[in-house]
């Protein structure tokens, strides 16, 4: 609430550069300063606290935690579906444009709009649309985004990820590493700067979800694609990732719990 | 504000498509929620259906059945046609058809013209008539008739036969009777009366009651006297060589039926249209209404051995001339003029008709003497004049003679007095005789349905109140009992509409809410891939309208089909027009964007509450 637009430029261009991601050169896409979500729920009080995040384009970042830490809240407010409660400064910089979007100061239709263009979302599990085939679950946003050319490129995602001869399927019909490889197909679909992944592997066995590890890293590399991934299961994701963020969770008392977000070295 | 790379278009073309793919992929719910939908439209359908239908077949057959609204009068009095031509102008006045006297209201007749003879009665009818026009038969035209059901049964024959109509009379002691051929041109439905009856247009009715009287009826062939027209004169011209006395003038008023005797002014000769002259003494009896040839020979006796003429004044008088074909030739003022051709010279009379005195048969007198200098063609000429609506009408023969220049023309006197007698009460000119016939002054009753069910008692009122003073009889109890039961029907309709209604609406309304309900979750992910909420809002209305729209034509289709049923079953009970089970476009129409404004409103609470649900929360309400 404290932060204004000009502050926050004013921080933002020299940090930048001092901050440059280790693997691609540009502005920060997420910059969290200061973050505060606060949520009751009958006579709970849960708080998140983020004092700083700041993510590079191309970064695989994993948010590692114990469920009830606030992690899927934190993925939420990065999908832009959820507004933090105050933000010294929140924003969201498209690496293709160097555009930088402010939330606190957006509108539900323009976060909407940023959501549609930059984000892929990949739920626990799936989100898929159970009554759209594969394929039409898959060229959904680029059919909202009014994307008509990417059919090639769609073929050649479903056959790195192996499911090409499941297209004219319904959701329902596939299993679940099948349906979470569909999910991350329709969230790269369109081909966004950014992909958020929820728990992607946590309903399927520990091999299947090391390989869909390794196939939706390799492809978010390719395409120069910012991953920020959630998961309770810290050993998917050692070596893995670039980054690593943890939760520190203090129980003040039995209805106030509070959570902070530290970045593990 | 924020920009996109591309900017998405037709996203209501996207949202339509994802509402459709759902309802296809959960087909079986979707049929279930169409058949809940139809399953609460297709008996209000019906109940429209019914309403308009049979309800309001009923409703109208009580309410403007003729027999409700008829009005009859209980006594018998002289209605004059300017009495029927005020009640037709009146808007509470449905119909209205003179009777003749109750008397002459039988006829016999025989079927085919031949074996028994039944004895019916004969009631008028005219266009227009309702008892005819809704119970299924046309109004009878010139030598036609329509019988009532028992009449037709009693008699059997059908609509096309021909029956013999035989009116009766008494003459001395001995029975006389006449008869004419009619055609059967309908038969009315049996709820049109329970009389044996012959429906017939007014001037079989009259000529019956001519026949009755004595008179004949040229038209059909039957025999008797003629009420031939007689002139009537509008003053006197008296001329006598010798001044009379106080006394002698006075006389000529005194129960002669004039009442005034005048001195020629100046203008007299303009007065009465024709030029006298002076040298004798003249007088001038005037007169306040029309008097007829007796009060002339009263005159005439009073002036015995005065060696008087008398001149009877008829006109000047309004009338065209016509000649062949009908084509109007002049404007004329007619003037009557007839005086013995001795006479004439001493009276210094001019002009001076070619016809003497006037005297001998009708067929001699219909001659005019035309104004100089008219241009006349050749062919037969004749005369009219016209009255109100009355006109008469006869062929007159031109004299070689012709009278001063101008437009008036001079008449025998005793054809300018029927002509003045035109004026007061109507006249026909009978061809073949060749004579004028006095027509009749009035009617001894009426037939009269009031336009609705609730103009009756005005009606009533109206006329049993000081102005008309009749006594008539309604059907004042009935009327009563057909108001009671429309009020009650209309009641009843309105109480199951609105039942229905109700619960057509909660039902549509839960339908609907309860199936965004379970789409939640679909909604929340299609936030999440950027479907802004008023794009989202969209979702559960167009699926509100496809299934709304899907169960208001499977209701449509039902009620078709059951409209179609028992219209057929009882096609039997309907008349041509009448429908059992309908509902007009409109309604139908109504229907529908009724059904799916409360299924988009309906449609739009459910979404106004799934839009407002964070996609985050949804998604983890699992």
């Known amino acids: 609430m404290e932060n204004t637009p000009s502050a926050a430029v004013d921080r933002d261009s020299p940090r930048s550069t001092a901050q440059a991601s280790p693997t691609t050169p540009g502005p920060d896409v997420y910059r969290l300063i200061n973050v505060l979500k606060r949520r009751e729920k009958g006579g709970n009080v849960f708080e998140l606290h983020i004092p700083e995040m700041v993510v590079g384009p191309g970064q695989f970042v994993a948010l590692v935690g114990a469920s009830g830490c606030g992690k899927s809240t934190l ?32 509108d539900d239709e ?10 892929g979302y990949v739920l626990q599990t799936g989100g898929l649309l159970p009554f759209l085939s594969v394929r039409d679950n898959i060229m959904l946003p680029c059919r909202i985004n009014g994307i008509n050319d990417r059919r090639a490129e769609v073929d050649m995602l479903v056959q790195r990820l192996g499911i090409s001869g499941q297209m004219s399927k319904k959701p329902a019909h596939l299993s679940g590493g099948q349906r979470q490889r569909v999910a991350i197909a329709r969230a790269l679909a369109h081909r966004p700067p950014i992909v958020l992944a929820d728990e992607p592997t946590a309903a399927v066995d520990k091999y299947t979800a090391r ?10 590399q390719q395409m120069q694609v910012t991953l920020l991934m959630v998961t309770h299961d810290e050993s998917l994701v050692a070596g893995v990732v670039d980054r690593t963020f943890g939760f520190k969770v203090k129980k003040l008392n039995d209805q106030h719990t509070q959570s902070t977000l530290l970045e593990e070295k | 504000m924020a920009e996109t790379p591309q900017k998405p278009h037709r996203s209501g073309g996207i949202v339509f498509g994802l509402a459709r793919s759902d309802l296809l992929h959960e087909w079986i719910l979707t ?16 109940l429209f259906g019914l309403k308009f239908g049979t309800i309001e077949t009923l409703r109208h057959r009580l309410i403007m059945d003729p027999r409700n609204r008829e009005i009859r009068p209980m006594v018998s009095k002289s209605f004059t046609r300017q009495w029927f031509d005020q009640m037709r102008q009146r808007h509470d006045v449905a119909f209205i058809v003179p009777t003749t006297r109750q008397i002459s209201s039988t006829v016999d007749v025989q079927a085919h013209g031949r074996g028994p003879k039944k004895a019916l009665d004969i009631i008028p009818t005219m266009d227009g008539d309702p008892l005819i026009r809704e119970n299924g038969a046309p109004i009878p035209g010139e030598g036609q008739c329509v019988l009532s059901a028992a009449a037709a049964q009693e008699l059997g024959v059908k609509t096309g036969d021909t029956v013999l109509a035989w009116a009766k009379r008494i003459k001395g002691r001995r029975y006389q009777s006449a008869s004419t051929r009619l055609r059967v041109a309908g038969v009315l439905n049996p709820r049109a009366s329970m009389r044996k009856a012959m429906y017939v247009r007014l001037d079989f009715l009259e000529a019956v009651e001519a026949y009755k009287d004595g008179r004949a009826v040229p038209r059909f062939g039957w025999s008797g006297t003629t009420a031939l027209a007689y002139p009537v004169y509008s003053g006197l011209v008296v001329v006598v060589p010798q001044k009379l006395t106080k006394l002698e003038e006075n006389m000529l008023v005194i129960n002669t039926g004039f009442s005034k005797v005048v001195e020629p002014g100046e203008d007299l000769d303009k007065k009465i249209g024709f030029h006298l002259g002076r040298h004798m003494q003249i007088y001038l009896l005037t007169t306040r209404k029309p008097v007829g040839l007796e009060s002339v020979g009263a005159v005439r006796g009073r002036l015995r051995g005065k060696g008087a003429t008398l001149l009877p004044l008829a006109g000047p008088l309004a009338a065209e001339l016509l000649g062949p074909g009908g084509t109007k030739v002049a404007d004329l003022k007619v003037v009557g003029l007839s005086v013995h051709p001795g006479m004439a010279a001493d009276l210094k009379l001019s002009p001076l008709p070619p016809w003497g005195r006037g005297q001998g048969s009708m067929a001699k007198l219909l001659t005019i003497m035309l104004p100089q200098g008219l241009k006349v063609p050749p062919g037969p000429l004749s005369l009219k004049l016209t009255r109100g609506k009355q006109t008469l009408s006869f062929p007159v023969q031109a004299t070689e003679e012709r009278g001063p220049a101008g437009d008036v023309a001079y008449l025998p006197s005793r054809l300018a007095g029927i002509l003045n007698l035109f004026q007061h009460r109507n006249i026909s000119f009978d061809p073949t005789g060749k004579e004028f016939i006095l027509a009749r002054r009035g009617y001894a009753g009426f037939r009269m349905y009031a336009a609705t069910i609730d103009d009756v008692p005005k009606l009533k009122q109206f006329l049993e109140g000081p102005g008309q003073a009749l006594r008539v009889h309604t059907e004042a109890s009935r009327i009563r009992d057909v108001v009671e039961l429309n009020t009650y029907l209309t009641l009843i309709f309105w109480l199951i509409a609105v039942v229905g209604i109700v619960g057509g609406l909660a039902s549509l309304i839960a339908s609907l809410y309860a199936s965004v309900e379970r789409k939640k979750k679909e909604m929340a992910v299609l936030r999440l891939l950027g479907l802004s909420g008023g794009k989202l809002f969209r979702f559960p209305i167009y699926q509100g309208i496809i299934i709304a729209g899907g169960g208001y034509l499977v209701a449509m289709a039902f009620f078709q089909l059951l409209a179609y049923t028992i219209n057929t079953l009882f096609a039997a009970h309907l008349q041509k027009g009448e429908s059992f089970c309908e509902l007009p476009w409109p309604y139908a129409l109504a229907s529908l964007a009724a059904t799916i404004a409360i299924a988009v409103l309906a449609a739009s609470l459910a979404a106004w509450r799934a839009t407002r649900i964070e996609p985050a929360e949804a998604l983890r309400d699992e």
């Open chain 1, 75 to 106: 993925l939420d407010m990065l999908a832009m579906v959820l507004r933090p409660t105050s933000a010294t400064e929140f924003s969201i910089t498209v690496p293709r444009t160097g555009r930088q979007h402010h939330v606190m100061e957006m």
């Open chain 2, 31 to 46: 049929t279930c929620l169409v058949m809940a939908i139809a399953a609460v439209l297709s008996p209000l359908l019906l």
């Open chain 1, 211 to 220: 390989d869909i590890r390794d196939e939706f890293k390799e492809l978010t």
């Open chain 1, 110 to 119: 323009a976060m909407a709009r940023v959501r549609m263009a930059q984000l």
